[in-house]
């Protein structure tokens, strides 16, 4: 278990419908990040927040949003889904604001969008 | 934004072997690089950071090295075992982002 807590664990679901991630950061991990990983593109960073703030956006379509609430935890907002949105998603927690000494994943969500 | 390249082709070693994996990187020069292991299905495990004045770091059976001018890490795990059998990933600062870019990592395997 490293700490990062992240539901469900799998998740399937219809094209057009819109789901919720959720994450629980390492406790007193402030910093949070999203990344999706699919057979052919490896892991893409999507957003990340620190201390309830958006601090950073990677390639994330408008399609998806997050937020990170007051008790740290995070969601991840996929909306009007697509069969290409079909992947893993990671949440990952850091202990500084540039997780300049590693992060630590969560088991990811297995998303299969049909 | 930062270009990573690892070797996308699996290696295969056999076991009590050193297993090398390289890491290249174009543009900018990171102030650090990790390394991680994932397994299939699973959250990557960070393993080595590794700063841009270090030559060379070690934990246990693992080795980093870094350099700066050829813009390349070299991962060596000596003595591999089976266990050793998952996907290495290097990742680097992107200052644009302030988040970590991963490369797609290198798939070792290595036979009793």
């Known amino acids: 278990d490293s700490g990062v807590t992240q539901t469900p664990k799998h998740l399937i679901t219809a094209t057009g419908q819109r789901v919720t991630l959720r994450c629980s950061p390492r406790?007193?991990?402030?910093?949070v990040y999203w990344y999706q990983q699919s057979l052919d593109q490896g892991l893409q960073f999507l957003i990340q927040?620190?201390?309830?703030?958006?601090?950073a956006k990677g390639n994330i379509l408008e399609r998806f949003s997050a937020q990170q609430f007051p008790d740290l935890h995070s969601e991840l907002n996929l909306s009007s889904l697509e069969l290409g949105d079909s992947a893993l998603y990671f949440c990952?927690?850091?202990?500084?604001?540039?997780?300049?000494?590693?992060?630590?994943f969560g088991s990811g969500t297995r998303l299969t969008v049909v | 934004s930062q270009k990573i390249e690892q070797n996308s082709e699996a290696l295969n070693i056999q076991e009590g072997k050193t297993a090398t994996l390289t890491c290249n990187y174009t543009?900018?020069?990171?102030?650090?690089l990790q390394w991680y292991r994932q397994d299939p299905g699973r959250g990557p495990v960070f393993l080595l950071l590794?700063?841009?004045?270090?030559k060379e770091k070690r934990k246990e059976r693992l080795k980093v090295t870094f350099d700066t001018t050829l813009k390349q890490s070299l991962f060596h795990i000596t003595a591999s075992q089976p266990a050793d059998s998952a996907t290495y990933l290097c990742?680097?600062?992107?200052?644009?982002?302030?988040?970590?870019?991963f490369g797609s990592g290198t798939r070792l395997q290595v036979q009793p």
């Open positions: 406790s007193g991990d402030l910093s």
């Open positions: 927040y620190y201390n309830g703030e958006e601090r």
């Open positions: 990952a927690s850091s202990g500084e604001v540039e997780g300049a000494y590693g992060y630590t």
């Open positions: 990742a680097l600062p992107d200052t644009g982002r302030r988040a970590l870019t």
């Open positions: 543009n900018y020069s990171p102030a650090y």
């Open positions: 590794i700063r841009e004045n270090e």
